[in-house]
């Protein structure tokens, strides 16, 4: 097992040509400029996100458990990306790879709203099923989780560690794509 990893890492990826690497990483770019403008706003990639936030709580609803169901919508946020990003690696396509993760890391940023939320419960949310089956505080995840951590006190900072996880993580893919097609133009050359 270990030496298949160890093939599959020295494995090189596909090329990209330069153009092609460039187009993602405008496009990544003009997204973080939007993203940026909204300042912690609404996104319209988080219409998609929403749904797949909501479908981790009703997957892990079967549970039972409140505390899981909680945290199963930002598990699955988080989720779903980061496997579609591990396959992209794995067929060593570089676009692909930095699409999922640049997405993976957008959903920190819609992550980072919720949890600065937690003690105020400003935003509207939204959930599946009857709302009147759970205590309204308890329908907001992040109040919920943080609340029985006993850090809800700590939602802003808290909240603005995982932003910048986010932003860094956007940032860093970029470059990386970016990276990838000179270091091929490079092994060529070689």
């Not at 405008?26 to 990639?45: K, S």
């Not at 060593?92 to 949890?115: D, H, K, S």
């Amino acid at each position: 097992m270990i030496e298949q990893l160890r093939e599959l890492w020295e494995t090189q990826w596909r090329p990209v040509s330069r153009g092609a690497a460039y187009a993602w990483a405008a496009g990544f770019a003009l997204f973080l400029l939007y993203a940026a403008a909204r300042r912690g706003q609404y996104l319209f990639i988080d219409n998609v996100n929403l749904v797949v936030h909501e479908s981790g709580h009703l997957l892990f609803g079967w549970f039972g458990n409140l505390m899981l169901t909680a945290w199963a919508g930002t598990i699955m946020q988080l989720l779903v990306p980061l496997l579609l990003a591990g396959w992209f690696f794995f067929q060593r396509q570089p676009p692909g790879y930095a699409l999922c993760l640049f997405l993976f890391f957008e959903n920190w940023l819609g992550i980072a709203t919720y949890i600065a939320d937690a003690r105020a419960m400003a935003l509207p949310l939204v959930t599946v099923g009857d709302p009147g089956e759970v205590d309204a505080a308890d329908i907001h995840d992040w109040h919920l989780i943080l609340g029985n951590l006993g850090w809800l006190d700590y939602d802003m900072r808290i909240a603005a560690t995982v932003r910048l996880i986010g932003w860094l993580g956007m940032i860093a893919v970029t470059a990386w794509l970016v990276y990838r097609a000179h270091a091929k133009t490079q092994a060529a050359a070689d």
